[in-house]
């Protein structure tokens, strides 16, 4: 059974850091791209940042300079670092892990999600 356990979100104040973890279980974790997705109230889910099986790391240029992706493949988690936190980052925080080794085949999977909350 495939688990993704999302954790660290919570309130913080403008201009504050938190940092998200996601573990992962029934799975290869080291074969999976790993991704935190977030969704606002109204609005469609988007992607945040995402981290291949490799370490390269691509974000939402909303985030750049500021959030930070990285991976423990020996703790199946990923972790995404956020600084500078502004109220438009307040969402519901999701873990993806997606692996796609064929064209055609996929194996994708979701957390609960986790909620952060940006205000003064």
């Known amino acids: 059974q495939v688990q993704l356990v999302e954790s660290g979100g919570g309130l913080v104040q403008p201009g504050g850091s938190l940092r998200l973890s996601c573990a992962a279980s029934g799975i290869s974790f080291g074969f999976y791209t790993m991704g935190w997705y977030r969704q606002a109230p109204g609005k469609q889910r988007e992607l945040v940042a995402a981290?291949?099986?490799?370490?390269?790391?691509n974000y939402a240029d909303s985030v750049k300079g500021r959030f930070t992706i990285s991976r423990d493949n020996a703790k199946n988690t990923v972790y995404l670092q956020m600084n500078s936190l502004k109220p438009e980052d307040a969402a519901a925080y999701y873990c993806?892990?997606?692996?796609?080794?064929?064209?055609?085949?996929?194996?994708?999977?979701w957390g609960q999600g986790t909620q952060v909350t940006v205000s003064s």
């Open positions: 993806n892990a997606n692996y796609s080794p064929v064209q055609g085949r996929s194996w994708n999977y």
């Open positions: 981290i291949t099986s490799g370490s390269t790391t």
